[in-house]
């Protein structure tokens, strides 16, 4: 998927990573792990977005994965989503959903605004 973001999309959406990170640490923390999850099973970060926004996910399913693989991550997602605030989460990700949810996670990663600007193909 290619995209294009601005700059003053991706510093927004900075702001509001850090907000959650700020006011709700055990939310953020879950995500952290999920986003970590994401990566180290090497499955699409538009596909963890999907599943958590209740979104068909589509070409992002992971095709090389088995069955118990993509249960145990959905398990695992199943926690981030059974917090008692997820929904804060869930809308914040709603108003900042003009960024591409590949970097959003990288955004969640640490990754600077600055370093994300402009055409890119991240899976």
Do not use: W
């Not at 986003?35 to 996910?57: E, N, S």
């Not at 070409?59 to 994965?65: G, L, V």
């Not at 981030?80 to 990700?93: E, S």
């Amino acid at each position: 998927m290619i995209t294009y973001t601005n700059i003053d999309e991706l510093t927004r959406a900075k702001k509001a990573i850090e907000k959650v990170k700020r006011e709700y640490p055990i939310l953020f923390e879950k995500l952290l792990d999920a986003v970590y999850l994401t990566r180290a099973l090497q499955f699409k970060y538009h596909y963890m977005g999907c599943l958590l926004m209740d979104k068909d996910p589509g070409e992002s399913e992971p095709t090389f994965a088995y069955s118990s693989v993509l249960r145990l991550y959905q398990t695992e997602l199943q926690k981030l989503k059974d917090d008692v605030d997820f929904q804060i989460l869930k809308q914040t990700i709603s108003n900042i959903s003009n960024s591409n949810f590949s970097k959003l996670c990288l955004l969640i990663l640490g990754k600077k605004p600055e370093s994300l600007v402009g055409v890119s193909n991240i899976r």
